[in-house]
């Protein structure tokens, strides 16, 4: 007969959506018995998650703070053809090594780690060992669903952290570097600065397709640091793929009868334009820990049914984005929002845009040729 576990709440999948809600819960709810199953052997992954510090709210900041590994209060820049800003909001980073350390320690043996999961259901999860956890309930945070039923442009990059010979030079994030010669979209460069030698170099596109050539890209990052004067070896790599949704059908991505739970991008949560999931992580893992494990399919399900509705505007945004202008000249629409007020920037990656933002964000002259913007914003979505 197979091992049996039994818990109140088993969380399937360690990365920062799962691993938020565990940490939440054992914080807020220590008497639920959960346990957090991770296929890898570390939970995390391989990632840097970075966030503004308007993106979660003060009350919620204990949630992630302690898995913080970079924090610059002088706040981060961005670059363009002809025109750069720096701008004072604060920038932070967790890297999925201080995520993983935290977790460990909080959860103990509550983690289950290089765990490959069979077969999800509402209140038990088949192991491939064949093992099963009972659960009173279970949360399907295993990344992304069926992408099919969405439409999608793509947020793709490599990033490499170099150790350098001599300082870089760079005292605060830059967010985008988009002097750099524009392939496969919109392409910029994402800088952070770890200490005064070492810096993480992000080659980031805004593409059609999902596809990455790693080696292409990675020859891109070197020419890069080589042009900035930046010798030195490379201590760390990670690359990643992310939607940028712009229509699709809600219903069929998780369907009405699912009668699992789930959280993160498996349940769409993440700001549609930007692919950007952390502040929605926050807020949802919380949201969880204070309500009741009953029915916990259709408390998470029309969480994410409203998250999909006031994510709209920017799914129109990306229509815009994709539909309207051409591949190498949607730099110029990005160049257009950073000109724009503070706040409003840091509402917008929040995905807490006011009524006044988004008419803002879309008055003016527009960046791409009106007509094409025009049959952009008419075609219904699907």
């Given at each position: 007969m197979a091992d049996i576990l039994d818990c109140d709440l088993a969380i399937v999948g360690g990365g920062l959506a799962g691993?938020?809600?565990?940490?939440?819960?054992?914080?807020?709810?220590?008497?639920v018995q959960l346990l957090l199953v991770e296929q890898g052997e570390r939970p995390g992954g391989n990632h840097v998650w970075s966030f503004f510090d308007g993106d979660v709210a003060?009350?919620?900041?204990?949630?992630?703070?302690?898995?913080?590994?970079?924090?610059?209060?002088q706040g981060h820049g961005v670059r363009f053809p002809g025109y750069a800003r720096e701008l004072e909001t604060p920038y932070n980073s967790v890297t999925s090594d201080r995520f993983a350390a935290v977790?460990?320690?909080?959860?103990?043996?509550?983690?289950?780690?290089?765990?490959?999961?069979?077969?999800?259901?509402?209140?038990?999860?088949?192991?491939?060992?064949?093992r099963v956890i009972r659960a009173g309930a279970v949360i399907d945070a295993r990344g992304a669903g069926d992408l099919s039923a969405l439409r999608c442009g793509w947020q793709k990059?490599?990033?490499?952290t170099l150790k350098l010979d001599a300082p870089h030079g760079i005292d605060r994030p830059v967010i985008m570097d988009a002097g750099?010669?524009?392939?496969?979209?919109y392409r910029f460069v994402y800088l952070l600065p770890w200490d005064a030698h070492t810096i993480f170099i992000e080659d980031t596109y805004y593409s059609d397709g999902p596809e990455l050539d790693v080696a292409a890209i990675d020859a891109r990052i070197a020419d890069y640091?080589?042009?900035?004067?930046?010798?030195g070896a490379v201590v760390h790599r990670e690359q990643g793929v992310l939607p940028v949704v712009h229509g699709g059908d809600f219903d069929r991505y998780w369907p009405k009868g699912d009668e699992v739970a789930r959280a993160g991008v498996r349940a769409g949560m993440f700001q549609p334009m930007t692919g950007y999931s952390l502040p929605d992580a926050v807020r949802f893992a919380i949201r969880i820990a204070n309500a009741a494990l009953d029915d916990l399919p259709g408390k998470t399900r029309a969480h994410a049914v409203a998250h999909w509705r006031r994510g709209g505007y920017y799914r129109l945004l990306g229509r815009m984005l994709f539909g309207a202008a051409a591949p190498d000249q949607?730099?110029?629409?990005?160049?257009?929002?950073?000109?724009?007020?503070?706040?409003?920037?840091?509402?917008?990656?929040?995905?807490?845009?006011?009524?006044?933002?988004r008419i803002r964000i879309l008055c003016g002259k527009p960046p791409v040729p009106i007509r094409d913007a025009m049959r952009t914003l008419w075609n219904p979505p699907a």
């Open positions: 691993g938020l809600i565990a940490l939440a819960f054992a914080r807020l709810r220590p008497e003060p009350a919620d900041r204990w949630l992630i703070d302690p898995m913080i590994a970079h924090r610059w209060p977790l460990e320690r909080t959860l103990g043996d509550r983690l289950m780690t290089a765990a490959s999961v069979a077969a999800v259901a509402r209140d038990r999860v088949t192991l491939a060992d064949g990059f490599v990033g490499h750099v010669e524009q392939i496969d979209g640091a080589r042009a900035k004067g930046w010798h949607r730099w110029r629409i990005f160049q257009r929002f950073y000109r724009l007020s503070p706040p409003l920037i840091q509402r917008f990656y929040a995905g807490q845009s006011s009524i006044a933002d």
